[in-house]
């Protein structure tokens, strides 16, 4: 039957007489008609929408990334703004920190200045009690001395001595005495 089929095919030209380089005028001309009809449909219908489609996404692409770069602008000017803020927090920290070590400096001055002035004035207060306590003893001794004198020369004399001129005349004995020394 193989051979009854390929008969019947070349007898109505469907054999194998035209390979894919062979050119026939009929063809060429319906594939060319065709061509032109689909090309101006859709020129006409799909193409306007197709070239609105792309512009319409240029134009969402500019968009975009005129958005990127205004956020990317945004965020190095933030960037900047909190490098200076955290800057400007730093050297607010170590100036408060400064102050804080001067305050505290000054501060142990004057303590130790208060202690300093303490001391000095109970200083000069034991030194004038010292001197006051001094006088007090000296004066005591003065009056003992006197009364002693006055009993010594008055057991010599024979007589008691108790008036007044001759107790001032025992002290300024003594008063001599001591300026002598």
């Given at each position: ?84 803020l955290l800057a400007e ?20 001055a004057l303590a130790l ?11 000069a207060r034991a030194r ?54």
């Amino acid at each position: 039957m193989r051979p009854a089929l390929l008969a019947l095919l070349q007898e109505h030209g469907g054999g194998g007489g035209g390979g894919p380089l062979t050119v026939e005028g009929g063809l060429i001309l319906w594939t060319v008609f065709i061509f032109l009809l689909l090309f101006l449909v859709l020129k006409r219908y799909a193409w306007p929408q197709v070239l609105g489609a792309v512009e319409a996404r240029e134009q969402a692409l500019a968009a975009q990334l005129a958005e990127a770069e205004r956020n990317r602008a945004e965020s190095a000017r933030l960037l900047e703004e909190h490098r200076k803020l955290l800057a400007e927090t730093k050297a607010q920290a170590h100036a408060m920190l400064l102050e804080a070590k001067a305050a505290a400096e000054k501060e142990r001055a004057l303590a130790l200045e208060k202690a300093r002035q303490e001391q000095d004035e109970l200083l000069a207060r034991a030194r004038r009690e010292i001197a006051a306590e001094r006088e007090r003893a000296a004066a005591e001794l003065r009056r003992e001395a006197v009364d002693l004198s006055l009993a010594a020369a008055s057991k010599l004399i024979g007589q008691r001595l108790d008036g007044e001129a001759d107790r001032r005349l025992v002290e300024e004995y003594l008063r001599s005495l001591e300026v002598a020394r």
